[in-house]
């Protein structure tokens, strides 16, 4: 839908949108703080924040966030598919994280620290947006968040409010309730459904935010906000969760009230204080105790999680990517994971295929040697083709397998003419020693 067809304010279009998933199942970290009073557990893949889990560490309440930057003319990047990404500790002890992020052509930056509100469940993300000079000015940066609440992207609702004079975007479902918000606020905001309405498909069309809608309701949401960045380009972002709007809004404006730094102290502290009571095995191990460091995180976790007063059935609970996309769905269908694992098969078995053909080659190329014949037999490579060609069924076309097998052709005929030129010098070598 062009967007000069559409009345960018109101209702967003496309509801419900298209069918919601969840991120992958491979995470770059699980974060968290130590205060059982901050019940939020958040975890990192391809660079950006996926799944957050509140109020127990069962219960993932989004799908992911990421930033999308542009130039409004001439490209759109999202951070989890366009820009490479380090990922490390803050610091040994904590489960926070620092997440460095480059654009391949040097034209920006991201450097972003993660962490959990030392005592409330909020994530927060301090961000410094580096810019080259001659590009300064003339970029924008975004927030996009997919909501999942209540363990599910269908039937979530979002809208845009204000409060005291910040613009903060939320979402809720049943009643749990989550609050975005930037220290900086959002020069632009809008709510819409995901594959129709939302901020990604906006920004891809035509690298400009046209749409600016005020809610979009039950279905599959998302949110997004543009960084106001009139104040700097170093900026806090807010992802606040309650039960009950007053409580996830109240809580967004505590958070972000309070200094990054001071909270990043905190939460640092926390870990530090309990980490230090332990015997330093790390010192011992040859991979510098990262893993060592982990699994005593992982420890106080449950630990933490177990001795919770408001957990009265004292359960260990464990982060979980939800089943749709690690499980065979009720209807026995397979999942994008299931297809995924079988790909992976498949890749193995052709790269085994592939190694026994060009050691046949090999073979085959000292048999020539022997005989004198030449490297090169079009005769035989056309009806290797042919052959083929006739075997196909498809889906591939001619086209496309015949460009395959020739390729194939080709680098094991190198492989082949490498052996016959080592097996001819070899024989050379032979004859001097010979005479």
Known sequence: ???????SKGAAFGQPGIPPTWS???????????SQASRVWFTLAMGILTEIYYPTIDRPQTRDAQFLITDGETFFHEEKRDLATHVERLEAEALGYRLTSSDPKGRYGLVKEIISDPHQPCVLVRTNFAVRKEWQGKLRIY????????????GNSARKMEVAGSKVL???????????GCDHGFSRSSCGFVGASDGWQDLHDNFKMDWEFDRAENGNVAVMGEIDLSQGNEFTLGIAFGDGLHA???????ALA???????RRFV???QRVRG???????????????????????HIRIRRSRDPQDQEARLYFLEVPRSMNQVTENGEKTLADWRCEIDAVDTELLRLLSRRASIACEVALIKVAAGLAAYDERRERQVLERVDAQNQGPLGSESVLRIFRSIIRETRRLGTKAMRAQESTSKSKKLIVR
């Open 277 to 299: 009571k332990l015997h330093p095995l790390e010192y011992s191990a040859g991979d510098g105790g990262q893993l060592c460091q982990s699994s005593k995180t992982e420890v």
């Open 143 to 154: 927030v996009l968040l997919a909501p999942h609440l209540e363990v599910g992207g269908w």
């Open 1 to 7: 839908m062009h967007p000069d067809s559409i009345n």
């Open 248 to 254: 996830a809004v109240s809580v967004l404006s505590q």
């Open 269 to 271: 502290d926390q870990w």
């Open 258 to 264: 309070m200094p990054f730094a001071r909270n990043r």
């Open 24 to 34: 992958p199942g491979n995470k770059d970290g699980v974060g968290t703080a130590y």
């Open 170 to 180: 939320v979402a809720w479902k049943n009643n749990i309730y989550l609050a975005l």
